[in-house]
Every structure is written in structure tokens, then in C-alpha cells.
């Protein structure tokens, strides 16, 4: 089933550590569509993986961090090393 976000990952090829996800900044950002980044939140919350929204990006600043009213910062657990 595709995706709104127009990106899937086989669940045998997908074993990311995070999601990060950011729109683009600067004069020639192009504009990004909150449903493919709630998209890749949802992937992300089925696979038990943080998520971590960077920007809405754009050539305001004052756009921010918000996605549905609260900012995603999930980081990994740091790993151990013998």
C-alpha cells in the first residue's frame, strides 16, 4: 500500500536507529506537506523507532518545529560498548 508521504520500507530492508525528518530552508525551499511527515511519524511508531522532526523548513524561520501541536526530539537509547 503506498504511503502519503510516497515513501515505504519493506519491513525485511527497514532497521533505521532514527527517523529524522526535516523540510527543506533556504530562498528556494520547496514547500513540505505535513501529511508526509505525520506519514513517516506513523511508520516510525509502528517500528518502535524514535522520531525526530528537525524543521518545517521554508524561507520562514518562524515556521518551526511543531507537528500537531507538540515538537518531536525521541532520540536513541545510547548503545553500550564491551
Known amino acids: 500500500m503506498a ?6 520500507w519493506p519491513e525485511s530492508t527497514w532497521n533505521p536507529v532514527t527517523g529524522i525528518v526535516g ?3 533556504g530562498p528556494e525551499a520547496r514547500p513540505m506537506d505535513p501529511a508526509w511527515v505525520t506519514d513517516l ?13 528537525k524543521q518545517r523548513g521554508g524561507t520562514n524561520k518562524k515556521a518551526g518545529r511543531l507537528l500537531q501541536g507538540r515538537t518531536w526530539s525521541q532520540v536513541p537509547e545510547p548503545r553500550r560498548t564491551s
Do not use: L
Open 23 to 25: 523540510g527543506e530552508s
Open 41 to 53: 511519524r506513523a511508520q516510525c511508531r509502528r517500528a518502535g523507532v524514535p522520531f525526530f522532526f
Open 3 to 8: 504511503q502519503s508521504s510516497g515513501i515505504e
